[in-house]
Every structure is written in C-alpha cells, then in structure tokens.
C-alpha cells in the first residue's frame, strides 16, 4: 500500500513559556495542503503564540515541528518565508505614507524597483483571488480592510505554501469578512494550506475544513467536521456552554420616560449640539444631540469614520469640540481636562486601547489603577503592596488573566487588555456615565459576554452608558435605544429591536427614506 | 513575594549590567594605554602621572570627588528628566545660570554676614532656583509651543555660556573692580563665609559639604523616581503621554516641573564649582562639566546607582588626566579619546545588559 502523502505542516508537542506563563503546552496539530484550519480559542488561550511559532518568531521550548515531512525550525520570519510560509499579523505593518506597489517592493526588492512591474503581478493576483486593489494609493488613504488585503496580497506575492491570518476580521465590516473568507477559500483551492485564527463561529462555519480549540495552552478540542460540531468547539472554547445571551443580558425595558411627580434625576448625559470640524474645515461631527437617562444604554452605530471618533474623543476631553456642549449628571464638561471629566464620574473605554487606554510598557496594576495613582500615597511615598492587592482583586472581579498583578501590561492578550481597562473605568469612583468605543473589538465570545454582562451591571447600579460599536448585533442586544450617524450627523434613532434591523441598514447607508 | 527575596534576586539580577560595564571601562582604558603607547610615552610614566592625579594625595583624591559631584547631579538631572522620556541637554547652561546666581549672592547679596550657615546655603539656594528657572523655560516651551527639549536645552546652555562670560567682563555686573590689562576676566574671590564648610578641616583635603548633599539629593531622586506617584506618573507620561493625559495625570505640570528640578540641580552643581572649589568667576568656568554630566546620566540608563558610578569615574579620569598632561606629557585630547571611547564601549554594551533578564 502506498504511504500517505505527509502533510504540510505537522507541529509535535510544541510548548512556550514566557517568564512564570506556560502559554503553550504539548500542541499537536497537523494540516494538510488545500485545507483551511481554524484555530479557535478564547483570549489569552495562546493562538497568537502558536502563529508565532510557526512563523519563526518565537522558537518552541519543547516539541517539534515538521514541513512536508522535513523537520523545520526557523529562527526568524525570514527562514520561515524562504520555506514558504506567510503570515499576516493581527497588527499590520506597513509604511503609511508611500504606495501600495512601494509596500509590496519594500521586503523584495533589491536594486531598481519595478513598480510597473509588481503592480501587473498585483493586478494579476487580485483577478484571480478577487480583491480589488489600487496599487498606487497611499497606504494612508486606505480603509482598514483595504490595509489588509495589501498584507494578504503581500503574502500571496511570494506563492506561500501555508498561509497563517491571525485574528484577521477583527478589524473588518461585515461585507469585507465575507471577501477575506472568499480568499481563503480560493488560496485553499490552489493547494496552499491556510491557518485561520479566529472567534467568531459564523467564519468557523463558513470555510474552515478542521478546527481545532485551545484553551490555557492546551489543545482542548479537534473537529473534521467543524460546522456540524460547532457547540462542542464553543463549550470547550470556554468550557461551559454559551448561555443564551438575552438571559445574562437582561432585555431592556422599554423606557416610556420617568414617572410623573418623582423628581426627575439629572440626566447621565446630556449632549447639546455637538460638532467637530476638522483643521481643514470638514465637519466631522454635526450638531450631535443625546439625552442619557441614568441606568440607560443608548448604542451608536454607523459605518467606521462617521463620526464616531471625533464624538469619543470630544467626550473624553481629548478632542476640542467646534460648537456644542456637553454634561454629565449635570456638570458642564465641555472643554474640560480629561482629569476634571474623571472626577466628574465618567468612565472611558478608547476604541484605540494602544493609543490612549493603556500604557503596555508599565505592568498590570500600574494600569489598571492609572488614573487613581493619588489614592496610593502613604507618607508621600507610593504604596505598592495596596496597588497590588487592589489590582489583584479587580483582576480577579474582572477575570483579567496575566501572571500576576506586576505581569508587563503588553503581554496580556488583547482581550485581557481590554477587560484590564474596562475593569479601570468600570471602577471610576462615582461612576455616572460611561463611554465605551467598540469595546468588544477583537474579543473572543467568552471575552464579549463578559463585556456586555459589566456594562450592563453599570447600567443596572444607575450609570447611564454611551455605547459606540460598528457591530449592530452587539448593539441590538445590549442597547435600549440606538442613534445612528452617517458623515457625522444623526440619521435617525429607534428602540434597540431586531425588527428595526433593516431601518438601521438603511440609515447606516445613508438613505433617509 | 516576599520583600526581601524580590530585593535579592533583583539585585542579582542588577550584577550582570555592573560587570558588563566594568569590563567596558577595563577595555576602553586598554585601549587608551595602547594609545599612549602608539605617542611614544612611557606607559608606567603615564600610569603614575594619572593615578597621582587622580587618587595620589588626599588633595587630589578631594578634588576628584569634588568634581564627580559636579558631574553627578547633572546626571541625576538628567535622569529624572529621562523617566518622562524627556532629555535634557542643558547642564552645561544650568551651571553656568546657577554660578552667576551664586556669586551675585555671594558678593552684593550681603549674605557673609548672615549666622548659621546662611552665609552659603543662601547663594546655593539661588543657583538653585535660577537654575531651575532655566530649566523649566524648555518645559514651558515644550508645553506651550511645543519645541523640542533638546533643540531647547542645548540653546539656552550657549545662552547660559556666555550670559557667564559677558557678566565677568563688566564692572557694573560680576566682574572684578580693579582691572588691568594682566587681570583675567574674573570675579572678586567670594568671602570665606560663603565659601563651603570642609569636612575635615583641613585646606590639604578639600572634601566640602557637598558631598553629603549631593548623596542625599541622590537618595532623594532615587526615592522620587522608584517609591513615589509621582515618579510612577512621569513613567506613564513619558511612555504613553495620550493615556497618561486619559487617565487623568495633569501633562504640562509634570512636565515643566521635571524640568524645574533638572535645572535647579544644574545651577547647585554650578554653586557648588563656585563655593567648593574654584572661588571666583571666570570665563570658561563650566568648561564642559555640564556635557559631560549629560554624558553620566545617558549612560546610568535611568539608574542612580548608575549616575553615581558614573560620576565618579568621570570625576577620577578628569583629574587623572589634567595631571597625566602635566606630568607625563600625554595630550589632554588623547584624555578626552578615552572618555570618548569608554562612552562607546558603554553604550554599546547596553545591548547585552537588558538581555540578562532572559528573552520575552
């Protein structure tokens, strides 16, 4: 009898550990050609580790891996390119403020650069995987989504025999993850194997040939058949089954406003023609007007870059506002530092985590308490011991999982930070109100439910809640009422009900109908 | 963790970068006596001129002290300006500032009469705030108009330079009233009263109390730096200012006040050349000393374990290598080769001082 053809790519009880942290023990996996390979997983469960791995940019501590049947251990992404493998990383890494052919030209080009000629090869390559390119656009110029479909052709231009996409839709629109799905389907079916990081179960069901679950580490499931296994992946993604999520999000009252002859409690919020123009005179956020009552959650959606950014950063006092105003529980905030908006009992979640949420070179609780350092003075001096027992125990209410509360901030995985952050704001003494800008961005399903479990027990203790998300299932399930902008202004608000789906869609669209 | 253990194994983990640097100085000094060898000098000459210099009697070994003083609370600057990723290049005019505050006190300040030590604790109190008046004008204008600290810093020491040198070139300001042709442009000697007090007591080893204080303000920044809000809050704003700004840490106040405090130890060094060691001003009177502070506190990589060792050992060649000129015949320059190569060996070694901590 004939061997079996070996497979692509085989890993042998691959372990890692950083520092006190086992991120991976004894992984096995094998992949063959022409498959698409989920890697599911909660945050934190060490997929990005693996990827890692693989591309040579961490080495294993233990276990083996094996190409084609050849052993393989690179040292660098470089050994890995030069055997065929490609990677396209959760964070992108290309130079903004040149071409898409330059980018492309940057790792490959020695001597002349021959951008004739690699923009015929992008053409080619996006005719036959689909994706529409200009390739002399400024990087700069590029929505997310197009960012990375210059990552991906980047990859494909070196004819990858394995082809790894961490976290890949994350970051992308509805329509875009159903074109990135098409490409991994059309580079499977050229022979090309393609790890697929994921969360989310809709992707899972759509492409993937296998899967498989970590979980701490481990390999906590397989399926050859993933779409029919999907609840066996979840519960052993979690290890529990996923409840129902109308049953741990309470639905929303329907609010009908406040009883007649109590006294009516200052609003949460309230937003008073708000509008941002930007330095070259574009209006970015027009005339923008909310009432928040406490215990109320209103959801703001729209299409990324309509406005949303510039309303997030008026309101965390990081952003001068044009016109309007602004208050919350009755204080004017308009215009206020970000210190005098803190006081004031408002909590922020940035959408971009790296740039104003955290600081990743300091360590767990350092973060987590930043804007309460003040409560930490003993005789003038900083105590540590009681930053550290407080930032453990909020890491313990909030599941922040890392080695410990001195654990480097930038080790955590992404959905840690996030829940580190929202633990910090959550805990905003006096809490009134809270913005929370696509705080589930990235998040894995265990990781989303806890989102939405917090922000929903600060509605519940009074705190009203600004939720700002391009995901409108998030927002239908958690929000009371949902405003929507389109190019900064409001096109129209309706209670948080599925039935309401198709009017948002046209709203987000911008039809007014 | 047990306080104790997480001391120890940091402090053993802290060994390797001594032993790195140590073997980086043994290197460079190799390297410099292969040097003076290659100018046709003895090297046991050059070696007894040196060490002579440097350590040979309690005079020399006083002022060598003495000017590692000088060098290390440039370098504490500097490093607390550090912590906020903020570099500050200004000692040399910080000196300078604080010197012509000290000596305007000294001299018409009417402070010689004064009981209790006022006598020069006063003219170091106004080098002080000069100097970090100085200093805070580059956080004011990084604040405020955003112009960057080094361009900044480094500007206002030439400023600083040669304000010192205009003052001592006319009557109506610092400089000397009886004038002649021979006579430098210089200040009249300060009166002994503000000159600072010797720890011995004896002219033959000129320790002064300098050096007390400048080992606490180095406890102190030490202090500030790893034990307080404060130093944890110009660590968040030198790493991720937007955040910091988020979190409700006021930007501009530890900004300017950073600065403040890197200038006001600037202009003590500078009251302290005066008062302990040199007396009078003259034109050329910082020559240098702030560089080369700025040369210390680059080096200690945020460490003022690091800026004292440094401070000293830049203190200990500066004097080893005026005497080995002297004595020896070996050019200042090839003195200022070794420094120049010690700093490149250090800098260079660095890359193998934060791998001791394992990979991440």
């Known amino acids: 009898m004939e061997m079996a053809k070996s497979p692509l790519l085989e890993l042998q009880g691959l372990g890692k550990r950083f520092g006190a942290l086992q991120v991976l ?10 498959e698409v390979h989920c890697l599911l997983g909660e945050n934190g469960a060490g997929k990005s580790t693996l990827c890692n791995l693989i591309f040579g940019v961490h080495a294993p501590d233990a276990g083996a891996m094996r190409l084609s049947g050849q052993p393989y251990r690179p040292t660098r992404p470089a050994d890995a390119l030069e055997h065929g493998i490609a990677m396209v990383h959760q964070h992108f890494s290309l130079v903004p403020d040149v071409s898409v052919v330059d980018n492309l030209l940057l790792g490959q080009s020695r001597g002349l650069l021959r951008r004739a000629e690699c923009a015929a090869r992008m053409r080619e390559l996006g005719a036959r995987y689909g994706m529409s390119l200009d390739p002399f656009a400024r990087i700069s110029d590029l929505s997310v989504g197009e960012r990375q479909r210059v990552e991906i052709v980047k990859c494909l231009m070196r004819e990858p025999r394995l082809l790894v996409l961490d976290e890949p839709t994350a970051v992308l629109l509805p329509e875009e993850i159903q074109a990135l799905l098409q490409v991994c389907e059309k580079v499977a079916a050229q022979g090309c194997g393609v790890v697929l990081v994921t969360h989310k179960l809709a992707e899972i069901r759509r492409v993937a040939r296998r899967a498989t679950v970590l979980r701490g580490g481990r390999i906590a499931a397989r399926s050859e058949a993933p779409a029919r296994d999907l609840d066996l992946l979840v519960r052993a993604m979690i290890q529990r089954d996923l409840v129902d999520p109308n049953e741990t999000v309470p639905a929303a009252p329907v609010r009908t406003g406040p009883a007649t002859g109590e006294e009516v409690p200052a609003p949460a919020l309230m937003v008073d023609g708000l509008t941002v123009r930007d330095a070259q005179g574009m209006t970015r956020l027009d005339k923008f007007t909310v009432l928040l009552a406490p215990g109320e959650i209103v959801g703001v959606a729209g299409v990324e870059g309509n406005g949303q950014v510039e309303l997030a950063g008026v309101l965390s006092g990081l952003m001068p506002a044009t016109e309007g105003r602004f208050f ?26 790296h740039a104003s949420g955290c600081v990743s070179a300091m360590s767990v609780a350092e973060n987590m308490l930043l804007n309460r350092l003040a409560d930490y003075r003993r005789w003038g001096l900083l105590d540590r011991a009681a930053l550290r027992r407080d930032a453990q125990e909020l890491m313990r209410t909030y599941d ?36 929370a800008a696509q705080p589930t961005r990235g998040l894995d399903v265990g990781a989303v439910e806890a989102v939405y479990g917090h922000i929903v027990g600060a509605c519940q203790r009074g705190a009203g809640v600004l939720l700002i998300s391009s995901e409108l299932d998030e927002l239908l399930k958690v929000a009371h009422r949902i405003i929507v902008l389109y190019r900064g202004r409001i096109m129209g608000q309706c209670e948080a009900h599925a039935s309401q789906r198709e009017r948002i869609g046209a709203w987000m669209a911008g039809h007014t109908q | 963790m047990n306080p104790t253990t997480s001391f120890l194994t940091t402090t053993m983990r802290d060994q390797r970068p001594i032993l790195i640097s140590l073997a980086a100085v043994a290197g460079a000094m190799l390297i410099g006596l292969l040097l003076v060898a290659a100018l046709g000098v003895s090297i046991p000459a050059a070696v007894a001129g040196f060490a002579e210099g440097a350590w040979g009697s309690p005079y020399a070994l006083a002022a060598s002290i003495n000017r590692s003083l000088v060098f290390a609370l440039v370098g504490l600057g500097f490093v607390l300006a550090d912590r906020a990723n903020l570099t500050n290049v200004g000692g040399e005019g910080q000196i300078a500032v604080g010197a012509i505050a000290a000596t305007a006190v000294c001299l018409h300040g009417g402070v010689a009469e004064l009981p209790a030590g006022l006598g020069f604790v006063l003219p170091m109190l106004a080098a002080c705030i000069v100097g970090g008046v100085w200093g805070g004008i580059v956080g004011v204008l990084k604040v405020k108009v955003g112009t960057n600290e080094v361009i900044s810093s480094l500007m206002l020491s030439f400023i600083g330079v040669w304000l010192l ?24 000697e300060i009166p002994d009263a503000t000159k600072l007090p010797l720890l011995t007591g ?95 506190g680059l080096l200690a990589r945020g460490s003022v374990l690091g800026v004292l060792a440094g401070a000293v050992l830049f203190g200990f060649i500066r004097s080893g290598g005026i005497n080995m000129e002297m004595v020896a015949n070996v050019p200042s320059s090839l003195v200022q080769v070794i420094q120049g190569v010690i700093i490149v060996a250090l800098a260079g070694s660095a890359r193998w001082m934060t791998r001791s901590g394992g990979a991440r």
């Open chain 1, 400 to 435: 922040v999982r890392a080695a410990g509360p001195d654990a480097a901030f930038s080790g955590l995985s992404g959905g840690n930070q996030q829940k580190a952050v929202l633990a910090r704001e959550l805990t905003t003494p006096g809490l009134r109100f809270l913005m």
């Open chain 1, 328 to 353: 919350a529980s009755g204080n004017e905030l308009t215009g206020q530092s970000p210190k005098a908006i803190t006081a004031a009992g408002v909590g922020i979640v940035p959408e971009d985590r």
């Open chain 1, 25 to 34: 023990d004894d992984v096995s996996l094998t992949l063959q050609a022409g």
């Open chain 2, 165 to 188: 040198y205009g003052s001592v070139q006319s009557v109506a300001l610092l400089r000397q009233p009886m004038t002649s042709s021979s006579t430098l442009p210089e200040s009249l």
């Open chain 2, 202 to 296: 004896d002219a033959g080893m000129p320790l002064h109390v300098g050096l007390p204080l400048a080992l606490v303000l180095a406890v102190v920044v030490a202090v500030l730096l790893h034990r307080t809000v404060f130093g944890l809050r110009l660590r968040a704003v030198g790493l991720n200012a937007l955040a910091a700004r988020k979190a409700g840490i006021a930007i501009a106040p530890s900004v300017v006040g950073v600065f403040f405090a890197a200038g006001a130890l600037g202009g003590l060094a500078g009251s302290m050349m005066l008062q302990g060691e040199q007396y009078s001003l003259k034109a050329g009177f910082s020559s240098g000393y702030g560089f080369d502070g700025l040369v210390v």
